[in-house]
């Protein structure tokens, strides 16, 4: 089987089947949508929580360490009770849409970014804080330094809130309905033909999906070896 | 700590140095007295030199009176109303990942200079201190001696009335140090007040105007270098300049 | 730094609404996975377009969940197969309607060596008795699906406790279901779409059909407009009557796998 796996893969990709194109297309946007939202997000998120002393701050670093564990169906299944037409934001009329996919998405990577990028931000305030203050920079002014400065590791933090976000089916599954043509991505087509007992195909569509992660986590470390060159 | 703008000349500090105060000063950490209690005035045109054993309480003097740290008890003020504009340049020097003339801007846009000048002024400040050549090379790849002196052109950029600097030749060979001793002179002939620490006694010969010497977390003398060296009163004072080891 | 920041914001603005709206009508149908993965509705939804423009989203899902998602309001149109549900619903006011539309059966499925001997049963309940007495692996839904009710409901025809180690409740969809049965080697009992379009069939085979008990009736129910204004009720009307219509009533007749119809039109 897994050799017809192999095959099945090759001819999929080969055959340029344009179902497939589209799947494959919609499941990059989403994934990579709500990784770019997530970061809008968290990185700032994460940068402040290292920054700022606040009451309840270790509280918070737990919280986002923890939630970085949120099952992806738990996840759904909350953006579902909120989207739902039963619930607040019904009105907006995003439930089953690709929409929802990516909000179900961010809330299962933020708190990764979040998390990660304040460890991260916390070890460089460690090295640059009495630097700062001497330059006369507010708390505020150096997060947008500390980011760009950490922005080699934090290329590695956005590949693993990538890899959550493409490699998850559960919230998909619950706030989008895998509807062909609109809200059917990969992951959630390797479940179905699954279901359907179509083994062989499954497993292409995984191979399929994982040689696209690869590529992309390729060409990042590429990106980011050229760049660390130059910058030292 | 306020930020400040850089006025468009300012090549020559025009007011007068700054006075600084230290009034019945302690610092403790975990109810262990480190520092005092010391009071003393830095007057006159300086530069002062530091001095003191490994674990005197310089550096914590120098963060105290950069406002780094604040004191358990006692009073620093500064001579005037307003707080002069300083600037630290520390053992280590810490420096962004990116370019070093980058560095520069950064510090200036941090500062509030207008987008158009930073890099017209960054490269002014490169060529003062020697370091065209490394303009676009990453600052953290530079030598020790460029680096320094990298961190000296920043903080020549905010043109401050005055400059603390903590043991700032203790890593480097004696090419770099000369050449980070010339930067300082350099401030100092622009005007900018100087309080630096070192333990080593010849850099404090070629530099100083006059020496604050600590050991034990206790200012044991302030006087001007050459009374220092030649007539110390107390009684560490000789020990150390006799390279004796002192607590 | 805030040029690129307004320029991302209005690229994900934008990509939003591409995203959301769609310049087709619409309705979204809650349904179940055996007309979805049979091909059913990859068969007749095209025809359905074409002859009234409106393109049909199928969200498929259990029975139970497919219940749930019409009572939030989620779909415009619901199609099951679980009759007594059905009434249930439309007793609550959440739905207006329910009529019958096709149907199917269910058939037993089990390893090729029968070990219960079911090929020779006279009867659904008779097969059952059989599985329990030979206390053979059995492989249940047990996610109170339509198809699960109806599988207790025989067992209980049967006069049979159906627990112990040899019945397994999985909680899963049919297919699922019919994955771990395979891997198992066990009985199951499944609708006769899922299984003809099943691809991983192993060991198994199609061992009892027939009964007239082993039916199973698929209805189309119009929700209310009173419970949910804002669904799209008057298309959701235009689907409901191209079901029961001949149009329709024809395109189900007309769906076949391998030669064999799957579904049979019923509407009165």
């Given at each position: ?31 990579l ?8 997000l ?12 606040f ?10 360490n923890?939630?970085m ?37 961010v809330v ?6 979040a ?19 001497s ?10 330094t ?40 990969m ?6 033909e ?12 995984g ?15 590429l ?10 | ?34 520092l ?10 300086g530069?002062?030199?530091?001095m ?9 003097l ?35 990942r990116?370019?070093?003339?980058a ?22 400040a ?27 052109a ?8 005055i ?10 060979d ?6 980070v ?20 006694l ?5 530099l ?14 302030h ?12 009684r560490?004072?000789?020990?150390f ?7 | ?40 509705f ?13 393109q049909?989203r ?19 149109s ?15 006011d959440?739905?207006?309607e ?5 149907y ?8 090729a060596?029968?070990?219960?001997n ?19 692996p ?6 109170d699906?339509?198809?699960n009710?109806?599988?207790?409901r025989?067992w209980k025809?049967a ?39 099943f ?21 189309s ?7 949910h ?21 024809q ?18």
């Amino acid at each position: 089987m897994e050799n017809n796996a192999f095959y099945v893969a090759l001819s999929l990709l080969l055959n340029l089947d344009a179902s497939l194109f589209q799947i494959v297309a919609l499941s990059l946007q989403v994934s990579l949508l709500a990784v770019l939202i997530a970061a809008l997000l968290g990185f700032p998120l994460g940068a402040a929580v290292a920054i700022w002393r606040f009451p309840g701050r270790g509280g918070m670093i737990v919280v986002l360490n923890a939630l970085m564990g949120l099952p992806p169906v738990v996840a759904g299944l909350m953006v579902y009770l909120l989207l739902s037409r039963a619930g607040p934001l019904g009105e907006w009329g995003l439930l089953f849409t690709p929409g929802a996919m990516i909000l179900a998405q961010v809330v299962l990577v933020l708190p990764i970014l979040a998390a990660l990028s304040r460890q991260k931000v916390e070890e460089l305030l460690g090295e640059y804080r009495e630097q700062f203050v001497s330059l006369g920079m507010s708390s505020s002014r150096m997060m947008p330094t500390l980011l760009w400065d950490a922005r080699f590791a934090l290329l590695t933090v956005l590949l693993a809130g990538f890899g959550r976000a493409s490699a998850e089916v559960g919230a998909v599954m619950m706030v989008g309905g895998n509807i062909e043509g609109v809200t059917r991505v990969m992951t959630t087509s390797i479940v179905l033909e699954t279901g359907k007992g179509n083994l062989p195909l499954a497993l292409g569509l995984g191979i399929v999906l994982l040689t696209l992660v690869m590529l992309i986590n390729a060409g990042a470390y590429l990106v980011g070896e050229l760049t660390r060159r130059r910058v030292g | 700590m306020t930020s400040f703008h850089i006025p468009r000349f300012a090549s020559f500090i025009l007011s007068p140095p700054p006075e600084l105060c230290f009034d019945d000063v302690t610092f403790n950490h975990e109810d262990k007295v480190l520092l005092g209690p010391c009071s003393f005035t830095l007057k006159g045109t300086g530069p002062t030199l530091v001095m003191g054993p490994n674990g005197a309480g310089k550096s914590l003097l120098l963060r105290l009176s950069h406002r780094l740290l604040l004191p358990t008890q006692g009073q620093i003020t500064w001579s005037g109303e307003l707080c002069p504009r300083q600037a630290m340049v520390f053992q280590q020097p810490v420096l962004l990942r990116r370019s070093a003339v980058a560095n520069l801007i950064h510090a200036l846009a941090v500062n509030n200079v207008p987008r158009r000048k930073r890099v017209k002024l960054a490269h002014d400040a490169l060529e003062r201190f020697g370091l065209t050549a490394c303009c676009y090379t990453p600052a953290r790849v530079l030598s020790g001696g460029e680096q320094q002196r990298l961190a000296l052109a920043r903080a020549w950029l905010l043109s401050p009335q005055i400059l603390f600097l903590d043991e700032p030749t203790s890593a480097l060979d004696p090419a770099a140090i000369k050449a980070v001793e010339a930067a300082v002179q350099e401030f100092h002939q622009r005007g900018t007040r100087i309080v630096m620490t070192t333990h080593d006694l010849h850099q404090a010969k070629r530099l100083a105007g006059d020496i604050l010497f600590l050991s034990g977390g206790k200012v044991r003398e302030h006087t001007p270098a050459e009374v220092f060296f030649d007539k110390p009163v107390s009684r560490e004072a000789k020990a150390f300049i006799a390279g004796e080891l002192v607590e | 730094m805030k040029k690129t920041l307004n320029l991302l914001l209005a690229g994900v603005a934008s990509m939003g609404l591409a995203f959301g709206a769609c310049a087709k009508d619409y309705i979204t149908l809650a349904s179940t996975t055996s007309t979805e993965n049979s091909g059913l509705f990859a068969s007749i939804l095209p025809k359905f377009e074409d002859a009234t423009g409106i393109q049909v989203r199928v969200v498929a899902v259990g029975t139970g969940q497919a219940f749930e998602i019409a009572r939030r309001g989620d779909s415009d149109s619901l199609l099951v197969h679980d009759t007594t549900g059905e009434k249930r619903f439309v007793e609550n006011d959440f739905a207006t309607e329910r009529a019958d539309v096709m149907y199917n059966d269910f058939v037993l499925i089990g390893p090729a060596d029968d070990p219960a001997n079911i090929s020779e049963a006279q009867s659904a309940t008779e097969a059952f008795a059989a599985i329990a007495d030979a206390e053979a692996p059995f492989a249940s839904r047990g996610d109170d699906s339509g198809t699960n009710r109806a599988e207790l409901r025989l067992w209980k025809n049967a006069g049979v406790a159906a627990d112990g180690d040899w019945y397994r409740e999985l909680g899963s969809g049919m297919g699922p279901t019919l994955n771990t049965a395979a891997a198992m080697d066990a009985y199951v009992m499944s609708d006769r779409a899922t299984w003809v379009a099943f691809g991983n069939r192993q060991n198994l085979t199609l061992l009892f059909e027939g009964d007239k008990v082993l039916f199973n009736q698929y209805g189309s129910l119009l929700l209310s407009e009173e419970k949910h204004p804002h669904l799209k009720h008057d298309l959701a009307q235009q689907w409901h009557n191209w079901l029961l219509s001949e149009d329709g009533q024809q395109a189900i007749a007309e769906f076949k796998v391998d030669g064999q119809q799957l579904f049979f039109p019923n509407a009165k």
